[in-house]
């Protein structure tokens, strides 16, 4: 299997006669040779899935070329751009003295409501809560 542990392509053998649908294969690694590496020696019908996080330059042609991998999960990218949005969002509250500027460039409050939502979670307050 290239690059990874000698004994993953087992592994994974060993899980799809086990059952799986999916192998989710990973690498620490800051380069994707690992991954693909496996990829391309991959002889069983169980579907790849990958997790290109440590790894971005894995990108939609990358994958594509492989052939072979049915899932990538971006599992953190979202959270780490709420923080990165959080620090500029205070930062600026901090710089401004005040939300009165930085207000106009984020989400309503209502809009807050809309998605997690809170007009459903009304009428199940009613129903549940008399």
């Known amino acids: 299997m290239g690059l990874l542990a000698p004994d993953i392509g087992k592994r994974a053998a060993a899980y799809e006669a ?13 380069a994707p040779d690992e ?5 391309r020696a991959w002889s069983g019908k169980a579907l790849i899935v990958i997790v290109p996080t440590a790894y971005p330059e894995m990108n939609e042609e990358r994958i594509k070329a492989l052939g072979r991998i049915a899932i990538v999960i971006y599992g953190n990218h979202a959270i780490r751009a709420s923080v990165t949005a959080m620090k500029d969002v205070f930062a600026r509250i901090l710089k401004d003295r005040g939300i009165h500027n930085v207000n106009r460039d984020i989400v309503s409050v209502e809009e807050v409501f809309r998605l997690q939502r809170m007009d459903q979670v009304k009428v199940d307050e009613e129903r549940f809560l008399e």
């Open 35 to 39: 991954v693909e590496s496996f990829v």
């Open 18 to 30: 086990a059952g799986a649908d999916m192998i989710l294969i990973h690498s620490k690694q800051k």
